[in-house]
């Protein structure tokens, strides 16, 4: 399936119910009008005085519509005391969204349409079943971290063994995790291949994930590419639109494999341009990369290496490779 028929079905997912939850509220509205027929008589008298309302605005009569408001306010107190008495919960229609009701779509500040939150995390939640992570995350979460992959000899310029650096690296994700929501934090995964920086975000993406937060995970070189396909390419584009609006305004965006992309002059740009955003909407971002500090220096402009070294959190992963070990211990790191 296509990255647009996917828009469309979750599209008709939500008008499906939409429908339902109105159509469950017309039977319930109903019920309770034959056995409370007063109740229908306040939401016809609340109806009319709505219409009039609506008149008198054209009008710019402003004496009737001060009247009409206050009588509006007192029939909806009239009913809020008669559903109150009635031991009734509000009678509003259950969505399942109740931000954008079920539509996808919420106003922002500008007045314009945007995204909803829910619609946001569905189609990066579907976008994920597509490239297949949902099953990687699946296997590679914090329940399946293995401890037994990394000796527990100590490093003489660590200072400590790799077994205790990856005890510090789970403990500091868990906190970033359970402290999502109460401080603004974004991490830096350093060291060479094969040590565990990919698993580690995986585990961040899956427990925010299932807490209800917008995740979005791009290996480096696949966001270079939606960048400059976007610009330069955008009648062949094979990601979505909504992935690089996603990138900033998800809760998390995870930088994967960062020095692996084809760095130009406008995917640099747009690089920092991207951190530094996210800097000022304080949305967290974690970035993971082969290159050492000095390194990430020589290759990314002065601006870009100023936020990571000035904002982000930087973490070094060390030890031998343990692409052998998961295979002979059948585990997954």
Request: charged share 25%; hydrophobic share 35%; aromatic share 10%.
């Amino acid at each position: 399936m296509s990255y647009k028929a996917v828009f469309g079905q979750i599209m008709r997912e939500y008008e499906a119910s939409r429908h339902q939850a109105e159509m469950l509220f017309d039977e319930r509205k109903k019920k309770l009008y034959a056995s409370q027929p007063k109740l229908q008589e306040i939401d016809l008298t609340i109806a009319k005085l709505g219409a009039k309302l609506a008149q008198y605005a054209l009008a710019s009569d402003q004496a009737n519509l001060e009247e009409t408001r206050n009588q509006i306010s007192a029939a909806k107190q009239e009913k809020s005391a008669l559903i109150a008495s009635l031991g009734l919960q509000n009678l509003a229609i259950n969505y399942r969204c109740k931000r954008c009701k079920d539509t996808g779509f919420v106003q922002n500040q500008s007045g314009a349409a945007t995204h909803c939150r829910c619609l946001k995390q569905r189609l990066i939640s579907e976008y994920y079943s597509l490239s297949n992570l949902d099953k990687i995350l699946n296997e590679e979460n914090f329940d399946t971290y293995d401890f037994r992959l990394f000796i527990n000899e100590t490093d003489t310029i660590e200072e400590k063994s790799p077994l205790q650096n990856m005890q510090d690296v789970y403990q500091l994700a868990s906190r970033f995790v359970e402290n999502f929501d109460n401080s603004f934090d974004n991490l830096l995964f350093y060291g060479s291949a094969g040590l565990g920086k990919t698993f580690v975000c995986h585990c961040i993406a899956k427990d925010l994930l299932d807490r209800g937060k917008t995740v979005l995970y791009l290996p480096a070189p696949r966001l270079c590419k939606l960048i400059e396909d976007y610009r330069f390419n955008r009648e062949s584009l094979t990601e979505p639109e909504e992935m690089l609006d996603a990138v900033d305004n998800v809760d998390l965006l995870i930088i994967d494999d960062l020095g692996a992309e084809f760095s130009t002059v406008i995917t640099s740009a747009a690089l920092f341009d991207i951190i530094n955003q996210r800097l000022i909407s304080r949305k967290h971002t974690v970035v993971s990369t082969n290159l050492a500090p000095d390194e990430i220096a020589r290759i990314y402009s002065e601006r870009t290496v100023s936020r990571f070294l000035g904002s982000y959190q930087l973490i070094k992963f060390f030890g031998e490779d343990i692409r052998c070990k998961k295979k002979y211990l059948g585990t997954r790191i």
